[in-house]
């Protein structure tokens, strides 16, 4: 359990750095690239040059540039969010950085709102647990894939002291059970130390 101490600090921090500074601290803070193992997700994910990718609830683009550097400049990563703030950031981030194949989309919380069959892949990082109706929405989602589109879930196994006590997370038969209703195939299931990471078809 935190401490009075760290509880401060995460105040103090959101004070500090603003609505959209502290998400991105939230998100990528606490040693996050030791045990989320960015470099085994995105190979476990066996992108090629040139593919199209959707990372849905993307965040401060944590994923998002790492997608974008395995699909190489003629592939395209659609930063999906329904924040708009997190989106301004990424897009600014690209910019900056001259990353040209990087694009925001401003979502809806029940429709990703992609361009009809543009993605090879649709991958989302501990966003799953948020998604109301997951089996309706990512039956609705099948529009946006390509044919043979993949479905890429990493989210949190219940784990940790966060995830576990606040809700943060969702069991991999779970995840298998919904994707399955919406009509989505098992490829592959990647073990994780702290998550599910599952890939579908």
Not at 54 to 80: E, I
Not at 122 to 147: C, E, G, K, M, V
Not at 153 to 168: E, N, P, Q, T
Request: aromatic share 12%.
């Amino acid at each position: 359990m935190p401490t009075v101490k760290r509880l401060g600090a995460v105040m103090l921090a959101a004070l500090c750095l603003g609505c959209t500074g502290f998400k991105r601290w939230a998100y990528e803070g606490w040693g996050r690239d030791r045990w989320q193992q960015p470099e085994r997700v995105v190979e476990a994910l066996q992108l090629r040059p040139g593919d199209r990718v959707a990372d849905l609830g993307s965040g401060g683009g944590y994923f998002t540039f790492r997608l974008a550097k395995a699909v190489g400049p003629d592939g395209r990563v659609y930063a999906v969010d329904v924040d708009e703030g997190m989106n301004d950031y990424v897009v600014a981030r690209a910019r900056d950085e001259g990353i040209g194949n990087v694009s925001a989309i401003l979502a809806k919380y029940d429709d990703p709102l992609l361009p009809e069959s543009s993605v090879d892949m649709i991958f989302t990082s501990n966003t799953y647990h948020h998604i109301q109706d997951r089996p309706a929405y990512f039956r609705n989602a099948r529009r946006y894939l390509r044919p043979g589109g993949r479905v890429a879930i990493l989210d949190f196994a219940g784990k940790g002291w966060f995830d576990s006590l606040f809700g943060h997370w969702t069991p991999a038969a779970t995840i298998r059970t919904e994707m399955e209703a919406a009509g989505y195939g098992l490829e592959a299931e990647v073990p994780l130390e702290r998550q599910s990471f599952l890939i579908f078809r």
